[in-house]
């Protein structure tokens, strides 16, 4: 089986696939070919097309299946690829076999053969079996949202610590589909006691790919020895980690508060490696401020497994700022799976201040009705004056902030980063919160600090 490349990765391909095998040097060209050696053509490689395909449960809203497909268009967005046609069907729960019904199975494949699409996508993980049979009926590429996420994953990853991480879980992910790759040699497999070309291969795969993780779980293991000794010498230091969901601006604020260079770009999972730096505010109390991985719905479980090193950046802060993006429709929900991951990780009990962001992309509607803000410990299968089949109304930003002030009990802050709208509030309340952890952890603590280190305790 080939080894995968570490620097070369086409999007949304299989694990396994390279395209960066150099060519000999003492190749000679054809006669036919040299009379053209001297020309030039055009090399842009024509961008990959996809239909995307979702089987939500008959309780959800069309709202939110609308959401969770444009949520997957910009998921294929981001990995190079064009979505250029959608299917639904709502299901109690998926067919076994082909994930969709047989109906609707063909009309995807139809569609797929007269557009001549490059690949179907799933708003799902798919089972080995599920992948198999769909390959062998639709004939094109399928991609389930973890391959999709970890496809993103492994484009994004710069550092070696970050590079191995996803590595790990993409052959995670591959062992249990391995099957499906040595189908062709399924009718040459040997009776009782005579083992089949078939099968020695998928075995000598299998074996291939449990070495591979071993040595990268153990490579893993000595990075995050190196990791955890460099986190070691910041524990006289007040340490705050950003956090949310992807694409909320995480790093856009990293950069305004720390005066870093973080890559920030309109796109899911701009940043995938953690980067931390050193930030004095008006109150002269150093912290360090790092900018984690963003959460998404339905983070594939492998790779926050594999990610243990980086999300050790949030499980060890002090505080956590919470960057939720208030002009996308489901913030509230991107809200929750955020808190849900944070439980995940055992980090859900961490102190954290909350920053409404993009205030400037936010619109509220016009004739909005009162905003129903459930309290702490509230039922979440409470009845709620909304109905639930449509999207909630969009109050003014001023409504929402004393909701959630109320909700909170405390000061919540909205902002623009990109606009450095409201960023001395941002700045004020963290510079706030942050002095009134280190004269916690600080009793010594002089006002008008000179910005060096706190000694050890």
Do not use: C
């Amino acid at each position: 089986m080939a080894k995968q490349s570490e620097n070369a990765h086409s999007s949304t391909r299989h694990i396994g696939a390279t395209d960066n095998t150099p060519a000999r040097r003492d190749t000679k060209l054809p006669k036919h070919l040299l009379k053209n050696a001297g020309k030039t053509y055009a090399t842009a490689k024509e961008v990959e097309t996809a239909v995307l395909v979702s089987v939500p449960p008959r309780r959800q809203t069309d709202a939110q299946t609308t959401e969770y497909l444009d949520e997957l268009a910009f998921l294929i967005e981001t990995a190079g690829a064009e979505a250029t046609k959608r299917f639904v069907q709502k299901l109690d729960k998926p067919d076994i076999r082909t994930y969709v019904g047989e109906g609707k199975l063909a009309e995807i494949k139809a569609w797929v053969k007269h557009e001549n699409t490059s690949m179907v996508v799933f708003d799902d993980d798919l089972s080995p079996s599920q992948l198999r049979n769909l390959e062998a009926e639709l004939l094109v590429k399928i991609v389930d949202r973890s391959l999709l996420i970890l496809d993103i994953f492994a484009l994004r990853a710069k550092s070696a610590t970050s590079r191995t991480q996803v590595e790990l879980a993409q052959y995670q992910y591959l062992l249990p589909r391995l099957t499906g790759l040595w189908t062709h040699l399924d009718k040459q497999r040997g009776g009782v006691g005579m083992k089949g070309p078939g099968e020695t291969e998928i075995e000598t795969d299998r074996r291939i790919v449990r070495d591979r993780i071993a040595f990268l779980k153990e490579k893993l293991e000595d990075l995050d020895k190196q990791a955890h000794t460099q986190r070691k010498t910041r524990t006289n230091s007040i340490r705050v980690a950003l956090v949310g969901y992807t694409n909320v601006g995480k790093s856009t604020i990293m950069n305004l508060l720390g005066k870093a260079e973080v890559f920030a770009e309109n796109k899911l999972f701009a940043t995938v490696d953690a980067t931390t730096r050193k930030v004095v505010l008006d109150n002269h109390v150093p912290f360090l401020l790092s900018d984690t991985v963003g959460f998404i719905r339905k983070l594939p479980t492998k790779l926050i497994e594999s990610f243990k090193s980086t999300l050790d950046e949030i499980r060890e802060a002090d505080l956590l700022i919470h960057v939720v993006d208030i002009s996308h429709p489901a913030f509230e929900e991107h809200i929750a799976v955020v808190n849900d991951t944070l439980r995940e990780i055992g980090a859900a009990d961490k102190p954290a201040l909350l920053v409404f962001n993009k205030i400037d992309q936010y619109q509220h509607d016009t004739d909005p009705a009162p905003v129903f803000a459930p309290e702490p410990g509230a039922e979440e299968d409470a009845e709620w004056p909304t109905d639930q089949n449509e999207p909630a109304p969009r109050p003014p930003l001023e409504q929402l902030q004393e909701t959630y002030m109320a909700r909170m009990h405390d000061p919540v802050v909205f902002i623009s980063a990109q606009n450095k709208e409201n960023i001395e509030a941002l700045r004020e309340l963290l510079a706030r919160r942050v002095g009134e952890l280190a004269a916690k952890r600080f009793p010594h603590f002089q006002a008008g600090y000179d910005g060096q280190e706190y000694p050890q305790e």
